[in-house]
């Protein structure tokens, strides 16, 4: 059974920084490779994509909203992929979601292109 699990929400000031983890588990993330990423959805609002990291750790792919202030990384070893967020701001509160793209693909900011989902942590950015 494929599993992700998100961890590390919370409520911070604008300027601050939070650290998401998500940790993959189950047999079909050990027999395929994978690409992770990061999605995020506001209250009213759908969800979008933040971030993505491939498999081996080398391409990552970030939103423009984003950009220059998170930082996606993976850790094949523990299957788990981190999202360093800093300078955040009131915009970017909302549910964070992880996801899983089974096999060897090009990073997608595409939902559909991803196979699982975690449950969602919240972030909240106050001002």
């Known amino acids: 059974q494929a599993q992700l699990v998100e961890s590390g929400g919370g409520l911070v000031q604008a300027g601050g920084s939070l650290r998401l983890s998500c940790a993959a588990s189950?047999?079909?993330?050990?027999?395929?490779?994978?690409?992770m990423g990061w999605f995020r959805q506001a209250p009213g609002k759908e969800r979008v994509f933040v971030a993505a990291i491939s498999h081996s750790g080398r391409s990552t792919y970030y939103s423009d909203s984003v950009k220059g202030r998170f930082t996606i990384s993976g850790d094949n070893a523990k299957n788990t992929a981190t999202l360093q967020m800093n300078s955040l701001k009131p915009e970017d509160t909302a549910v964070y979601y992880c996801?899983?793209?089974?096999?060897?693909?090009?990073?997608?900011?595409?939902?559909?292109?991803?196979?699982?989902w975690g449950q969602g942590t919240q972030v909240t950015v106050s001002t």
């Open positions: 996801a899983a793209a089974l096999g060897i693909l090009p990073l997608s900011p595409r939902r559909d292109d991803y196979d699982y």
């Open positions: 189950g047999r079909t993330f050990e027999a395929y490779g994978y690409n």
